[in-house]
């Protein structure tokens, strides 16, 4: 079936660094990309979204780059700091984004 | 605006036990969605509604059932627990028809332990 793989599934960075979060998919109908953040205790929160008509978008700190050929997609985040830290979860859907599937998340330790 | 809220936020269940969380949002969401959190395996759908009346399956069905009572609330029924049925669960809804975004927006989960 459909398929999403996330790597790292942990990653420690110093404050200002910049971390990068990988994901590919399986499912070549895949036409929507969001990157959901969730911070300890409560539920999953969109930070960016990307579709497959795009090959990168960029809010702030946070960009995502889309390879659709290759089923890859990236999230970026640039000068880090320790409120960035929690678990980042990337994800992938088709039209109308009624079946979404999640990769396994990762965890984003941020060290002050 | 509350969002999506779901009841109760945490639960201890006895293995043959019965229960069903509730979830209800007030964003005038068609979509809603029940997902199921375990360490290291991500979000995995149970079940999702796609409008008011009808329901469908998702990854991972077995042992729930769901009843979409109105356009507002959702509810998640495990008829008789089992140990694996211990995680976090979370309903979401989402608005559809024409939109660029299809974000998701999550209520803040229920613990459930069976024992």
């Known amino acids: 079936g459909e398929n999403v793989e996330q790597h790292p599934s942990t990653l420690s960075v110093q404050e200002g660094d910049s971390a990068v979060i990988k994901c590919t998919y399986s499912d070549s109908a895949s036409n929507y990309f969001p990157w959901y953040k969730q911070e300890l205790g409560k539920g999953p929160q969109l930070i960016i979204d990307i579709r497959s008509n795009v090959g990168e978008k960029k809010d702030q700190r946070i960009a995502v780059t889309l390879n659709k050929t290759a089923k890859h997609f990236s999230l970026h985040i640039t000068e880090t700091q320790p409120e960035d830290s929690a678990v980042y979860f990337c994800a992938a859907s088709t039209t109308g984004g009624f079946k979404t599937i999640f990769g396994a998340g990762t965890r984003l330790f941020v060290k002050a | 605006n509350a969002g999506v809220t779901q009841t109760p936020k945490f639960q201890v269940l006895k293995t043959g036990q019965s229960m069903t969380l509730q979830c209800a949002q007030d964003m005038n969401h068609n979509s809603m969605y029940w997902y199921r959190q375990d360490p290291g395996m991500g979000l995995r759908l149970i079940y999702y509604?796609?409008?008011?009346?009808?329901?469908d399956k998702g990854e991972v069905p077995n042992g729930y059932n769901v009843s979409r009572l109105n356009k507002r609330e959702f509810s998640l029924r495990l008829e008789s627990a089992a140990p694996s049925q211990t995680s976090v669960y979370f309903c979401?809804?989402?608005?559809?028809?024409?939109?660029?975004?299809?974000?998701?927006?999550f209520g803040p989960g229920t613990r459930l332990t069976v024992t």
């Open positions: 509604s796609a409008s008011e009346g009808t329901t």
């Open positions: 979401a809804s989402i608005r559809t028809g024409g939109f660029s975004s299809y974000e998701q927006y």
